[in-house]
Each structure stands twice: as structure tokens, then as C-alpha cells.
């Protein structure tokens, strides 16, 4: 529903002209939760033109593969069992336009699940994502699908390396993203880090919550009740947040490496707000 619309979307806003293929019963974002088009549709589906056809009836993929011969592209998010079924593999489509660039986002890369289906929520699961996001200790989805996103952004990318080789002679790769294989690499700088605590430390263990643990970084609630989110990555903007808040400069926190202890020590929770209270 999302990750090759969105793909196409970008492609889009690039300057392509994007025919997106409808089956008799429309996409299932025209009428999604309310009956109405869904905040999917409306917000990835401008900029396209659109045509209905029956890719299961043979009139139906005749007039497909018409469109085909002249397309520089095709991206879908098909199972690879539904591929087959209508006809729609890689070889299927280069046998009708050998210059095409086909792009798959499947659920799974090649390995023992290429066949198995994935959506977002899925990758979420699998990639350790809902275990580190918890609302009220249940593991949860992060709100919007970035796991589609971000392998309709890589397939964009992989279509436009594709066009740079046509354009240097050379024949244009085939294009594959696995929505899992997407997820692992968004999660990867976390992973990674959970590698080094138990190198470290000689256990398995993450950040306590989504937000590096850095003195002062984080949400506060000021005392006319509005929100404000601090960041600082580094010495010159503790420095700063320092100044501005006319702390006392007597050498001991000088640094974050320095406050980090003290702000552990001196910070407390806040049950009532959900907030930390910044002493």
C-alpha cells in the first residue's frame, strides 16, 4: 500500500511522468478505514496519472504490456507469489522491454523467506524497533510506515543509479529491496551499539529510551505548560545552553563528559507529567 507508491511519489516530484496501475477495485487506499481516501492516498498519489486494468484477464495484461514497452520503469510492491501469478517477474517484464529498469520491494532479500510476506509493522517487529518503543511497557509501532518510506526512498535511489548506467552503455541492474533488509539497516547504528555495551560490559544492553543518553537531552515542560526539546551533541552546545542559563562556571562542568555524572545524580522523574525535572 505504501512503500512503491511512495517510491513512485518521489519519482514524481523528480519530473517523471508515473502511471500507476489500479486494479478494477482501486487501490485500497482510496477507501481505507472511513470508507473515504485514506491521508495515503491523498498525500502519495498526486502528481500521477492513473489507469485501471485487470492484470489477471489476458486483455487485461495485453494492454499492461503495451504501456510497458515504452516505460523506462517499473517499480511494485507485489508478493513474489503474486508476481507469478499475474506475470509480473522480472523476466516476465524484460521479455516485453529489455531496456527496462525493474525494481521489486518485497518483503524478504534472497535467502530462505524471499517468498514470505512483510509489511511495515513487520519489519518493526523483527528489526528490534517496537522492543526499544514501548507505550506503557507494550511494544509499539513507531506511527508512520518508515519502513516503506525509507525502501521507496532506496528504490528511487537504485532506479536512478540504473538510468546512469543506460546512459554509459552498460545494462541497467535489476532493482530489489526487502523491507527487512531496510529495517536492519535503519536500525543499524542501534544494533551495532547494543554490540559494543555487551563488548563492554559483557552483557546485552540499549539505551534506556529513543533519546541518547547526554546531559539535558530531551523534552521539557516549561512552567506556562508549553514544551520545549533540548539538544546537545556536543561541548560547544553545552557551552551555549551554559551561558544562556548563566550557570555557574566553576570548571567542574565544563563539559558533557563532566556534567554527565552530576545530571544522572541530580535528575529525577516526574511521574505526574512524564517529564524530567532539570535541577
Same mark, same amino acid.
Do not use: C, N
Given at each position: 500500500m505504501l512503500a512503491a507508491p511512495f517510491a513512485a511519489h518521489l519519482l514524481a516530484h523528480l519530473g517523471a511522468e508515473v502511471i500507476k496501475v489500479e486494479p478494477p477495485t482501486g487501490d485500497p487506499t482510496r477507501s481505507l478505514v472511513r470508507g473515504g481516501p485514506s491521508g495515503t492516498f491523498i498525500a502519495y498519489s498526486h502528481g500521477k496519472k492513473s489507469v485501471c486494468i485487470d492484470l489477471s484477464k489476458p486483455d487485461g495484461h495485453a494492454a499492461f504490456c503495451k504501456l510497458l514497452k515504452t516505460a523506462d520503469a517499473l517499480v511494485h510492491n507485489l508478493s513474489p507469489r503474486a508476481a507469478r501469478k499475474l506475470k509480473l517477474t522480472r523476466q516476465d517484464c524484460e521479455s516485453v522491454n529489455p531496456r527496462l529498469i525493474y525494481c521489486q520491494i518485497r518483503g524478504y532479500g534472497a535467502g530462505p523467506q524471499e517468498d514470505d510476506l512483510a509489511s511495515n509493522p513487520v519489519a518493526e517487529a523483527s528489526t528490534g524497533v517496537m522492543e526499544a518503543n514501548r507505550v506503557n511497557g507494550r511494544p509499539s509501532r513507531l506511527g508512520p510506515s518508515y519502513h516503506d518510506q525509507f525502501a521507496g526512498a532506496y528504490a528511487v535511489i537504485g532506479i536512478l543509479a540504473s538510468m546512469l548506467q543506460l546512459r554509459e552503455g552498460n545494462e541497467a541492474a535489476p532493482v530489489e529491496i526487502g523491507l527487512y533488509e531496510t529495517?536492519?539497516?535503519?536500525?543499524?547504528?542501534?544494533?551495532? $551499539?547494543?554490540?559494543?555495551?555487551?563488548?563492554?560490559? $559483557?552483557?546485552? %544492553?540499549? %539505551?534506556? &529510551? =529513543? %533519546?541518547?543518553? *547526554?546531559? $539535558?537531552?530531551?523534552?521539557?515542560?516549561?512552567?506556562? =505548560?508549553?514544551?520545549?526539546?533540548?539538544? *546537545?551533541?556536543?561541548?560547544? &552546545?553545552?557551552?551555549?545552553?551554559?551561558?544562556? *542559563?548563566?550557570?555557574?562556571n566553576d570548571g567542574s562542568l565544563v563539559t558533557l563528559r563532566q556534567c554527565g555524572g552530576a545530571y544522572v545524580r541530580r535528575s529525577d522523574r516526574t511521574p505526574e507529567s512524564g517529564r524530567h525535572g532539570f535541577h
Open positions: 529495517g536492519l539497516h535503519v536500525a543499524a547504528r542501534d544494533l551495532v $551499539g547494543v554490540q559494543l555495551k555487551t563488548q563492554l560490559l $559483557g552483557r546485552p %544492553e540499549r %539505551e534506556p &529510551h =529513543g %533519546e541518547f543518553s *547526554m546531559p $539535558g537531552y530531551g523534552a521539557y515542560q516549561t512552567s506556562d =505548560g508549553r514544551w520545549i526539546y533540548l539538544l *546537545m551533541l556536543s561541548d560547544a &552546545h553545552w557551552l551555549k545552553f551554559s551561558q544562556a *542559563m548563566e550557570l555557574p
